[in-house]
């Protein structure tokens, strides 16, 4: 079955880091890439970033550009997101999602989602 | 960034009934290999987001004929022939053509 299985509920206090997981199944992971998308409670979508399952490359928005990590470890099919220096505005669900690479970066294909790992940020 | 501008936020209609949602970019989505990246996604309350619409027009596996995607350029529309009670949720357009990638606001499709 084609999927993506995302890591469990996180709660962390301000300052901290959260490391979520993505485990991909079904298809061939280094075809793909995944992107890292989050929504804050009652809010819309926001990219983060996005890394090659073939080679590692990676891509982010510039707001996250020094908290955000993404690796994968293609032993596993899994790719990660480490987000540092946690506020209480990273409180959100956070999606991972299949990707696509084109020339410059990726596309948004993000035809196949996780269910998603709330973290909440709070002391 | 590009701003994706989607209309209206909200949208009461009646089972049976046409729907159509705007997305307006804040520039083209043409990309220099020639395609368009403009997707639409539902997402359904307490669910993750289902892409519905792939490159402005092309409907994904599994999504019912009824809905439909359009536009160029700047200006996008996903339409929905006869609403059922199961397209309630919000919906997103999302613009991959440009660095950072960017969600509209979504606008909530609602029963009246």
């Known amino acids: 079955q084609v999927q993506l299985v995302q890591s469990g509920v996180e709660v962390k206090q301000p300052g901290a880091s959260v490391k979520v997981a993505c485990k991909a199944s079904g298809y061939t992971f280094t075809t793909f890439g995944i992107s890292w998308v989050r929504q804050a409670p009652g809010q819309g979508l926001e990219w983060m970033g996005w890394i090659s399952g073939k080679n590692g490359e990676t891509n982010h928005a510039w707001k996250f550009h020094d908290r955000i990590t993404m690796t994968t470890d293609a032993s596993t099919t899994t790719a990660y997101m480490e987000l540092r220096s946690l506020r209480s505005d990273d409180t959100a669900i956070y999606y991972c999602?299949?990707?696509?690479?084109?020339?410059?970066?990726?596309?948004?294909?993000?035809?196949?989602w996780g269910r998603g790992t709330p973290v909440t940020v709070s002391s | 960034d590009v701003v994706m501008t989607q209309s209206p936020l909200s949208l009461p209609v009646t089972l049976g009934q046409p729907a159509s949602f705007s997305c307006r970019s804040s520039?083209?989505?043409?990309?220099?290999?020639?395609?368009?990246?403009l997707n639409w996604f539902q997402q359904r309350p307490g669910q993750s987001p289902r892409r519905l619409i792939y490159?402005?027009?092309n409907r994904d596996s599994g999504v019912p004929d009824r809905f439909s995607g359009s536009g160029s350029g700047t200006d996008f529309t996903l339409k929905i022939s006869r609403v059922e009670a199961d397209d309630v949720g919000l919906y997103y357009c999302?613009?991959?053509?440009?660095?950072?990638?960017?969600f509209g606001g979504g606008t909530k499709v609602e029963i009246k």
């Open positions: 999302m613009q991959g053509t440009h660095w950072p990638l960017t």
């Open positions: 999602a299949r990707d696509e690479k084109k020339y410059g970066g990726n596309s948004g294909y993000f035809d196949l």
């Open positions: 520039h083209s989505l043409v990309d220099s290999d020639g395609n368009t990246y």
């Open positions: 490159k402005v027009s």
